[in-house]
């Protein structure tokens, strides 16, 4: 009986994560409406539910999916995947409004190249600050800060040691992790609530998962603008870290 | 017909997609440049159009909006696949790294923002 279920939920892997996101949005939203009296958007509490399911799929699996590595929720890892990620970002474009894109367009781009020589400097500083003197891994971890792709990248171009890359690739999941949670939270108190805002707060933080949440769970309005600026940033940083931003680096080191 | 709004959107993804990795090949780097960025600027100019000479009608734009209504389910899905246990095994310079970089980055906002402001006005 439970073989033929849990088959049946594992061959039909999508629909069992439509299914799957569907309960959880309505316990996330049921939570919200009795246990906050509508306080903390349901999104966020969707999301963050999301989150700590991942942390308890990582630990029963071992793998690096979170839950999608336990295989009646595989489906959750292609909805959730990069590939249905951008075609819904994508199609958030719908009704966007041009003059609005046109009036930040140049700060957008500007907050871009700013987001990433932050990210990165801060980063740089914390890694010396826990005792890394080589340029190499000092850059790797600041390219990290910037996403979690941009670490990597730059870490295999500079041919950094594979405990650095993961490292790199830590710092940009906990930022990614912390700007789905918390933005919702502070997004009133740094007046993020327009587009020309989201645009900015898109090219500050750049990691494109970090921003898709963040701002679902504040005002789905707000998503592409934050989008189009937060897609730029991690080719940005691909370019700069492992060119511009290492030469810098070497120069100090 | 409700194909139509999805197969425009995949055309606009596919394109921006494309571009974003030639762009990235031409310059060198071993990662997509801003191809969802150029698709959905793709998107806007020809919801934009639109009025002239393509028509976009209604039942085509719901294939458009219920991707863009399954945004935040997808969002949900992509938040239960992150890969959160390695992230807090990092350890404490992962985690300090990562605090600081959003605080910093979330203070910078509003900096940044009235200094558009005030060059505007």
Redesign the interface.
Known sequence: MIEILINTLIDNSIIT??L???V??YLSYWISRNLTAGIIHG?AI??????????A???YEGG?????DIPI?AG??I???AM?????????????D?KN?KE?GM?GA??IV??VI??FF??AI??V??GYTDPVSITT?GA??ATY??GP?TG??LSASADVI??S????????????I?TPF?APL???NNP??AM??GG??GT??GV??GL?ATD?KL??YG???A??Y???G??MAPSVLYLIINLMF | MVIYGVAL??F??IA??FF?EL??YL?G?????????I???L??FI??KNSKNIKIDNIT?SG??F??A?????????????????????????????????I???????F??KF?KTKES
């Open positions: 994560a439509f799957f996101v569907g959880v949005t999104s969707a999301i963050t539910l999301g989150l700590i399911l991942a942390y799929g990582g630990l690096t999916r979170g839950l999608a929720f959750v890892g909805l959730g995947g249905f990620r951008d075609f819904a970002i994508v199609a958030t474009a719908f009704g966007v041009l894109l930040a700060i500007l907050s700013l987001g932050l990210s801060i980063g914390v890694a600050l826990f971890i990290g800060a792709i941009v990248v295999t171009a993961a490292l690739i830590a710092v940009g999941l906990i930022k990614s992790i912390l700007v789905m918390i502070v740094i007046k993020l020309h805002a900015i707060f500050l933080m494109t998962s898709a949440g679902a789905p998503v592409p989008a189009m600026t897609t730029f991690t080719g940005a691909c370019l | 959107l995949s606009c993804m921006g997609v974003g762009i990235g310059i780097i071993d990662a997509n440049v801003g191809g969802i960025g698709a959905m600027l998107l806007i919801a934009n734009k458009i909006n991707w863009n399954m945004y935040i389910p997808i969002v949900v899905a992509m938040a239960a696949k992150q890969n959160v246990l390695a992230a807090i095994s990092g350890g404490w310079m992962a985690i300090t790294a990562g605090v600081f970089v959003v910093l980055s979330f203070l910078a906002i509003p940044l923002y558009v």
